[in-house]
């Protein structure tokens, strides 16, 4: 054992969400949780050290989908709807980015997720190299799916076949996932059924369960991205079942217009949900029916989707989003509790990009923790186990945030990153951002 984490009260969101007083974590030398349980039962440890912690502790977040390079693009564009947007202001700009452009916006978003209490991102982006390298560097953890695409002005990447082949070879000759306590995994990212052939989607599909990787794809979204694909089959999910991309581990981003027989389609082939109620909403996409999905069997995670398109990429603000909007949705105040919400941003977004390693505090997964502050007035009874829940994910959240491990590095210390500095990531970031802005 290399560390001994101590703290007043940990939530493990782990099976039957289990809050432990005079908390107890321990983290073995290679990253991972030893043993989680109250300070009075903690195996003898004479030789470890104790970090005592005033606060509280819990898994690191999980964000189920997002563009976190695109935060050199942040707010550009900003009023206008999903495909305007997309084709008219996103796709110029993001032509005119190069690797360097993308590391500074993943480096800059790295830490904006860490210091939100996000330890993982599931990234579809291009440039991997770039990605990769940012996230190693920031000490973060990525679930990245390289994106593949066949639209205007990306053929500067190359064709989809060369993007699918790449991610193949890239996992081929490394595996799946690699770097310090594993910080990296890789699978395929098809951008949508309206930017790919169904060749395409067939063929990466294949690909990805060949290799037991994650296939990652934007569906339904909105009324106007798809008028093709509805027409010929009806519907996103029906295509991608007839066309045989569907099995394995698949990751629907999105998923706002859905009808009840695409939900049971979803539901039978196992393809779990990324929701991201904050962009929806933006871009008056709609909003997801993750009340039904949930009842249905999906699985469903949390995403903030792109920094240009979401802008926030505060995970605590997405939960609070979607337990409000399927309230309303419902007409019950009841319909996602503090808890769910809770758990919808750490295990059961893992359990949606299938990882069965982090998510939670329990032992053999990774030892991504996070500290939250409990001095502040938003606890008004930190020691009710309800009342600390539903405090900390209705008015606590991101900016409670003290500090964060990743496979048992501390990658934050009262609340700045401990890899790299700080303000120089903010100012490379708006260096590109000033470039692009003046050429466009």
């Known amino acids: 054992m290399s560390l001994r984490l101590a703290a007043a009260v940990a939530l493990t969101c782990g099976k039957g969400f289990p809050v432990v007083r005079d908390a107890v974590v321990d983290v073995d030398d290679a990253g991972r949780i030893a043993w989680v349980g109250p300070r009075a039962e903690a195996p003898a440890a004479p030789s470890t050290p104790v970090r005592e912690l005033p606060g509280l502790l819990m898994p690191g977040l999980v ?32 032509g005119m980015l190069d690797d360097d452009d993308v590391r500074a916006g993943m480096l800059a978003g790295c830490v904006e997720h860490l210091r939100s209490g996000c330890t993982t991102s599931t990234e579809m982006y291009f440039f991997t190299d770039a990605v990769i390298d940012a996230v190693l560097t920031a000490g973060s953890r990525v679930l990245l799916t390289p994106g593949i695409i066949a639209a205007p002005g990306w053929d500067r990447l190359g064709t989809w076949q060369e993007m699918r082949d790449d991610v193949s070879a890239r996992i081929d000759a490394g595996g799946l996932r690699f770097g310090p306590g594993e910080r990296v995994e890789l699978g395929y ?104 999905l949930r009842r249905a069997g999906v699985r469903v ?123 120089e990531t903010r100012a490379n970031l708006r260096a590109v951002s000033a470039r692009l802005r003046a050429a466009l």
């Open 189 to 292: 990212g098809p951008h949508s059924a309206y930017t790919l052939s169904p060749e395409a989607l067939t063929t990466i599909a294949e690909a990805a369960r060949a290799r037991g990787a994650l296939m990652h794809v934007h569906v339904a979204e909105s009324k106007q991205e798809d008028v093709a694909q509805r027409a010929a089959y009806g519907s996103v999910p029906a295509e991608l079942r007839e066309i045989g991309a569907l099995g394995g581990r698949v990751l629907a981003a999105h998923s706002v217009q859905l009808s009840d027989a695409d939900i049971a389609l979803l539901a039978d082939a196992g393809v779990a949900v990324a929701h991201c109620p904050g962009s929806n909403a933006k871009l008056a996409a709609g909003v997801a029916r993750v009340l039904d």
């Open 301 to 423: 995670g949390l995403g903030t989707d792109g920094p240009a398109s979401g802008d926030d990429q505060d995970l605590w603000l997405q939960a609070r989003l979607a337990g409000m909007l399927a309230r309303i949705d419902a007409g019950d105040a009841a319909a996602l509790t503090a808890a769910d919400l809770l758990l919808m941003a750490t295990r059961d977004g893992a359990e949606a990009i299938g990882r069965d390693d982090i998510g939670a505090l329990e032992p053999g997964r990774w030892a991504d923790l996070v500290h939250v502050d409990l001095d502040d007035s938003v606890f008004v009874a930190p020691d009710d186990d309800a009342q600390l829940v539903s405090n900390l994910v209705w008015a606590g959240g991101a900016r409670l945030v003290k500090d964060v491990w990743v496979a048992g590095e501390q990658v934050l210390a009262d609340t700045e990153p401990t890899r790299v500095d700080r303000a």
């Open 63 to 94: 964000n189920t989908h997002c563009h976190t390079p695109m935060s050199v693009l942040r707010g550009m564009g900003g009023d206008l709807p999903l495909m305007s947007w997309l084709q008219d202001v996103m796709w110029p700009a993001e």
